[in-house]
């Protein structure tokens, strides 16, 4: 069938099997010129299809010659309605790492539950016996605890509701918004589903089925941004989510410290991803960003910042005083932010597309979905 972009306000219900594969190629490439660095061989990505993800897969492969078992949770296509961007992300990765010589296996289900790291674990001890590096990118709206229950992730303020300007991302315009107050339960959910918990989990069950290398590395996510974002993200509950994660990279490094592991938080920028679209406030500052960083030439994408972690900063263990990897370190210079605070206050739907890179927000959008690539054609039938 000819797939075209179904977008539903920060969503696409479509995705396109030849645009996710020149996605996932174009990543590759990029990781191919830069060349290899010395590094974990054989590496588990926990959320592993899309964004920061399957970024890292990507880079892990390409950059330390690692072999990858990636884990997440798609949709194959029924009927006419396509597969998630993840499924045919992942699929297009495994042929190509496949080709090259990589080791690439993937699991699709519940990353969460008991029964995924059983059968996570089982392929780990079969076939490499051991794991030395975790990526944990988990980023799931809700999660199914052991005894049944389904708990929820909210993206609400903690202690007073906040007003600011955001974007409609359904006609670009710009206006206020008041983001609620999460209620303890709330916050105390978000953390359940967002925090450090099943990271933890993940890091127990491999070390508890001896499929743990000796001084392995597990690294997870997290995101800081600027002032202007802190009362939604850094002092909200999803704030709160990755203060619990950080908290659990300390205790993971002391638990594990006979095992010599080094569990570590990697704050990365501010990028267009399938989570981030969905907050509020962040996606004009997204296309703040964009555009000021672009002039200044420090613009990255999921790849290129994956690709510096992995190239540079691990390798140098180049962290800051509480031992995080800073990849947002561009994004937080002063000249950058000076110049944000300055349009900040300025911008209006009128003039949007002039201090904002309203056009690159939405590239990178459709790009999540396999849409708005200059060589596929868009007319042609494709295979779902």
């Not at 933890?200 to 508890?208: C, G, V």
């Not at 030439?297 to 972690?309: A, D, K, S, T, Y």
Request: charged share 25%; hydrophobic share 40%; aromatic share 10%.
């Amino acid at each position: 069938m000819i797939v075209e972009p179904k977008v539903k306000g920060f969503i696409c219900t479509t995705a396109h099997p030849a645009g996710c594969k020149e996605s996932v190629r174009r990543q590759i490439a990029y990781c191919k010129e830069k060349g290899l660095a010395e590094g974990p061989k054989k590496v588990l990505v926990v959320g592993a299809s899309t964004g920061y993800g399957l970024a890292s897969r990507i880079a892990v492969t390409y950059c330390y010659g690692a072999d990858t078992i990636g884990v997440s949770f798609e949709k194959e296509a029924k009927g006419k309605r396509t597969a998630t961007a993840g499924w045919y992300n992942t699929a297009a990765f495994e042929e190509m790492a496949q080709a090259d010589g990589y080791y690439a296996k993937s699991f699709n289900g519940d990353g969460f539950s008991k029964e995924m790291k059983e059968q996570v674990i089982e392929t780990i001890r079969s076939d490499w016996g051991k794991v030395d590096m975790v990526v944990y990118s988990m980023a799931a709206p809700r999660r199914t605890l052991a005894d049944g229950t389904t708990v929820s992730s909210v993206l609400k303020t903690v202690g007073s509701e906040f007003s600011n300007k955001t974007i409609d991302l359904r006609n670009n315009e710009i206006k206020d918004v008041t983001v609620p107050v999460a209620k303890e339960e709330e916050i105390e959910n978000t953390i359940k589903v967002m925090g450090g918990e099943d990271w933890e989990e993940w890091i127990q069950a491999l070390a508890d089925a001896d499929v743990l290398a000796d001084n392995a590395v597990t690294l997870a996510y997290s995101y800081i941004g600027p002032v202007v974002t802190h009362a939604i993200y850094k002092h909200g509950s999803i704030g709160q989510a990755k203060k619990h994660l950080y908290d659990t990279s300390v205790k993971l490094t002391k638990e594990f410290a006979g095992k010599g592991l080094k569990a570590y938080i990697s704050v990365n920028k501010a990028l267009v991803t399938q989570s981030s679209a969905a907050i509020p406030i962040v996606p004009l500052y997204i296309a703040l960003v964009y555009k000021v960083m672009k002039e200044e030439g420090l613009h990255e994408g999921c790849i290129e910042q994956m690709q510096r972690l992995f190239a540079e900063k691990l390798p140098k263990k180049e962290v800051d005083a509480e031992g995080r990897f800073r990849l947002d370190d561009w994004e937080l210079q002063d000249n950058v932010q000076n110049k944000i605070a300055e349009i900040w206050d300025t911008v209006t739907t009128e003039n949007i597309k002039e201090l904002g890179d309203i056009e690159g927000y939405w590239e990178d959008f459709y790009h999540m979905f396999g849409f708005h690539y200059d060589n596929v054609d868009y007319e042609a039938d494709v295979e779902i």
